[in-house]
Nanobody, 124 residues
Framework: QVQLVESGGGLVQAGGSLRLSCVLS????????MGWFRQPPGKERDFVAG????????AYADSVKGRFTISRNNAKNTLYLQMDSLKPEDTAVYYC?????????????????WGQGTQVTVSS
């Protein structure tokens, strides 16, 4: 059974950094685009960043451009999200997901496997 496991969340002050990781335990990793989403309390799950299978193509939400960087290591079946210059509005549960295709689409419906989520809290 495919399983995605996130790690790296925590509590950080505004302006700080965190690095999230997501490991795919089974299934295809290097043939699928991957993405990060986040869900603040009481709000919908929103796209944060996506990356193509080779890592050449990336996409970001406007709210995180220039501050977050998505990357992947296909040899380790691992996806990363480097988050710098964090703001209180970045507070959310962050989820990694595997795309149904090779495209890092921005809608949750485009992803068929999800991790359990990791909490990121940014204090002001």
């Amino acid at each position: 059974q495919v399983q995605l496991v996130e790690s790296g969340g925590g509590l950080v002050q505004a302006g700080g950094s965190l690095r999230l990781s997501c490991v795919l335990s089974k299934g295809s990793f290097d043939r699928c685009a991957m993405g990060w989403f986040r869900q603040p309390p009481g709000k919908e799950r929103d796209f944060v960043a996506g990356i193509s299978p080779t890592g050449i193509t990336t996409a970001y939400a406007d709210s995180v451009k220039g501050r977050f960087t998505i990357s992947r290591n296909n040899a380790k079946n691992t996806l990363y999200l480097q988050m710098d210059s964090l703001k209180p509005e970045d507070t959310a549960v962050y989820y990694c997901a595997r795309s149904r295709t090779m495209l890092p689409v921005t809608t949750p419906r485009g992803y068929d496997q999800w991790g359990q989520g990791t909490q990121v809290t940014v204090s002001s």
